[in-house]
């Protein structure tokens, strides 16, 4: 027998590059499941942070304003702004949240017109007793309106989902965040494709709130409005 035909028998009869040649056809099975479980892993994780965003974006703006024993506590633009601030270094540089989301606060309060307008009611004004937003604020440079309606809206279930709506008490307010993020894929955006996470979170207003609108502290030198029309971040 030929040293070539030797040579064939005993590497047909070789069994020592199975597992190699297991593992090599394997491979691009398990390195697809592995990326699958940490894209799913990061994503639950964003998810979770932009829901906890929401939430202390609308527990703090309930809790913010001016506290005096005299008037009820006012609001201005600047601690609306500080608010917003402070949120985008909360959600921290992983997150970037204005570079790809968006935060909207709402004032949800119900029509008084002896105590939600400073000077005229130019909404309306709104019959007395209906529930309806009185400001809104936003920043972030994602593109995208309320779902539940715009400054003056009128709400005849409250705000929220169907069947899920809340509700302020006459003359009190409640703060009502809407938050929405474009989700960047840790590995690729094949397993879930474009990915938008929302969030919604409300928080009744626990002081004695001035109800007439935000206010500015320098009129002179304003400072500036969050505008729902304006998309910018930080």
Same mark, same amino acid.
């Given at each position: 027998?030929?040293?070539?035909?030797?040579?064939?028998?005993?590497?047909?009869?070789?069994?020592?590059?199975?597992?190699?040649?297991?593992?090599?056809?394997?491979?691009?099975?398990?390195?697809?499941?592995?990326?699958?479980?940490?894209?799913?892993?990061?994503?639950?994780?964003?998810?979770?942070?932009?829901?906890?965003?929401?939430?202390?974006? %609308?527990?703090?703006? =309930?809790? *913010? $304003?001016?506290?005096? #024993?005299?008037?009820?506590?006012?609001?201005?633009? !600047?601690? &609306?702004?500080?608010?917003?601030?402070?949120?985008?270094?909360?959600?921290?540089?992983?997150?970037?949240?204005?570079?790809?989301?968006?935060?909207?606060?709402?004032?949800?309060?119900?029509?008084?017109?002896?105590?939600?307008?400073?000077?005229?009611?130019?909404?309306?004004?709104?019959?007395?007793?209906?529930?309806?937003?009185?400001?809104?604020?936003?920043?972030?440079?994602?593109?995208?309106?309320?779902?539940?309606?715009?400054?003056? %809206?009128?709400?005849? =279930?409250? *705000? $929220?989902?169907?069947? #899920?709506?809340?509700?302020?008490?006459?003359?009190? !307010?409640? &703060?009502?965040?809407?938050?929405?993020?474009?989700?960047?894929?840790?590995?690729?955006?094949?397993?879930?494709?474009?990915?938008?996470?929302?969030?919604?979170?409300?928080?009744?207003?626990?002081?004695?709130?001035?109800?007439?609108?935000?206010?500015?502290?320098?009129?002179?030198?304003?400072?500036?409005?969050?505008?729902?029309?304006?998309?910018?971040?930080?």
């Amino acid at each position: 027998m030929s040293r070539f035909g030797t040579m064939i028998r005993k590497l047909a009869g070789s069994r020592s590059g199975v597992a190699m040649t297991e593992f090599a056809l394997s491979l691009p099975l398990l390195l697809t499941a592995g990326l699958y479980g940490a894209e799913t892993a990061n994503l639950a994780l964003v998810h979770m942070k932009v829901n906890q965003l929401a939430i202390h974006v %609308a527990d703090n703006a =309930s809790r *913010i $304003g001016d506290t005096s #024993q005299i008037t009820n506590r006012q609001i201005f633009e !600047a601690d &609306i702004n500080d608010l917003l601030m402070g949120s985008n270094i909360q959600g921290g540089p992983t997150l970037n949240f204005y570079e790809r989301g968006r935060t909207i606060i709402s004032s949800v309060e119900v029509f008084d017109s002896s105590v939600s307008c400073s000077s005229g009611c130019p909404s309306g004004p709104h019959p007395s007793g209906t529930i309806y937003i009185h400001w809104q604020r936003a920043k972030g440079k994602k593109v995208w309106t309320s779902s539940y309606g715009a400054e003056n %809206a009128i709400l005849p =279930s409250g *705000i $929220g989902p169907a069947g #899920q709506e809340v509700t302020p008490d006459a003359g009190g !307010a409640l &703060i009502f965040v809407e938050l929405a993020y474009d989700y960047k894929p840790l590995v690729s955006s094949r397993f879930f494709g474009p990915t938008t996470i929302k969030a919604i979170s409300s928080f009744i207003v626990r002081d004695s709130r001035d109800l007439a609108g935000l206010k500015q502290r320098k009129p002179a030198a304003p400072d500036t409005v969050a505008s729902t029309s304006v998309y910018d971040g930080y």
